[in-house]
Each structure stands twice: as structure tokens, then as C-alpha cells.
């Protein structure tokens, strides 16, 4: 399972005020404490307005890679931004995302097949994100159509079927597992992923929603995730889902996470 570390987000309270005060120090204990957990990209979103989000990005970036050496995944929906954040990584990123809608399609496509970026691509045209998997897949189709024809390998894909409210839509849950299972069967070489927390959204105990879903989720074929890697008890549900589904030959990863203490008592 790879994981996309979440905590990087100015959409967040305290990490807004970083980006505002341009405090290094906290976004620098950010990205070392989740590449300590195990991320495999930092997904780096400012979560500011247009005109300063490409600044605000590129100090991210920078400090950041003044600290780690992992790759990022630059989440933004901004294509300007992203022209100018590819300039400041170091390492090839993710970019985070593409979705259906022609003009997004035709304005970062050309960034990912030039730099040869793995991409997120979100089961959605334009601003709607479709009620149904059908419509979902229907996306999803036509967004390969359009990347291999720009050359993009489908093992450079993550599709991320949405995770939206089950508070709002009891369906939710099962919409994406079945998203997830047609990419598996029809575009086998294509990668899944799923923004985790969206699915508990105004709903009590959250963590337990996000860890069940997740489980469930793996088994239909996820194997990347937004999340936050600090969460210990959904770190261990992961290598638990793992284990269970024969994913985890001899036990290794489970028993090797319990050595380095994920299941001891925190201070
Ligand atoms: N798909 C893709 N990219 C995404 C999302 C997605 N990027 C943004 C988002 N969704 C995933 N990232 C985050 C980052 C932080 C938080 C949630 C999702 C977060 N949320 C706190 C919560 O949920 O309670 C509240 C904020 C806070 O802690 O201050 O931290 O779906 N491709």
C-alpha cells in the first residue's frame, strides 16, 4: 500500500498560518515525521487563492526538499501552478489531479506526458462528480482514451473513484468499491487511490468509519491512499487488511511493524 501523506494542506488551520508566516520549522517537522511513517509521496496543496497559490507552492516545495528526499504530489487544480511548481521539485512528482473535463485534459496532459509524472486522475467531469459507478467508469474511460493517446503509460494512472459522505449518501461507500473493482478487471495495469477522510465526514467517531472503508476498499483493489501516516491505529489496520487478504508472505511487514513498536503504548 502506498501512501500519500496528507498534512501538508493549507486547507488545514494550523498550516495556513505556516504558509502565511512562512514558518519552515513546521512544515519541516511535517514532512520529516511523515516520511519517518512510511510515505511514499507528500502531497503538498497550499489551499490558497489563485494568485498566490504557484508563490506560496514553490516555498513549500523548497522547504520541504530542504529536509526529505521523497517524492511530492502536487495537489492542485491549478495548471498554472503546476507549470511552476514542476520546476522547483526535485524528484518526479505525482500530480495531483486530473479529472474528465476537456480542459484540464488538454492543459495538464501535456505536463505529465513531457515529464513523464505518475497523475491522479478524479472519476469526475468538470465541477459534478456523477451519482453512479456507471457514470464514474464512463469518466474513467474517457480519461485513458486521452492519456494513452498522449503516450502515458496506464501503470502511471491513479484513479480515485471519490470518496463522498456516507452521512449525506448511504451509497457512498459501495459506489466506490465498485468503481474500484471495473478499473481492476478492465484497465489492469492502472493504479487506484482514494482521498480517505472524505468518506466520514460529519459523522461521529470518524476513525472507525475511515478504517473499515479503507479495509473494504483494499480488497476491491486500492493500493494508494491520501491519508495522514501519523494515525498509528489506521497504519496498523492497513498491515492488518494486508495480512488477512494473504497479501503479507510469512507475516513480514505485520511483524516487522509490531518489532519497531506500532503496537506499544505512546508515552
Ligand atoms: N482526492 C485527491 N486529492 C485530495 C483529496 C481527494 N486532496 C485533498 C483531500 N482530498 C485529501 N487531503 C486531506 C488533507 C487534510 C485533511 C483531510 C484531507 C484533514 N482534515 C481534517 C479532518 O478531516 O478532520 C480537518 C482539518 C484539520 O485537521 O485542520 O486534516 O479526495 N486526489
Redesign the pocket.
Known sequence: MKIIA??I?G????VAQAIAERDAEFIKDLAQKQVAAGSTWL?V?AGTHPDREPDDLVWLIETIQSVVETPLSL?SANPRALQIAIKAVKKTPLI??INGEQERLESVLPIVAEHGCPV?A?AMDGNKIPETAEKRFAVITKIITATRAMGVPDSNLYF?P??MTISTNTESGKIAFEVMRRVRQEYSEAHL???L??IS?GLPG?SFVNRYFLGFAIEAGLDSA?L?PLDRELQAAILATELVLGRDKHCLNYIRASRKGLFDKPE
Open positions: 496528507e498534512k494542506n486547507t488545514r488551520k494550523r502531497d496543496n495537489d495531483n489531479s491522479i478524479l480515485d471519490l470518496a487511490t482514494i482521498g477522510s472524505n465526514f470518524r491520501i495522514d
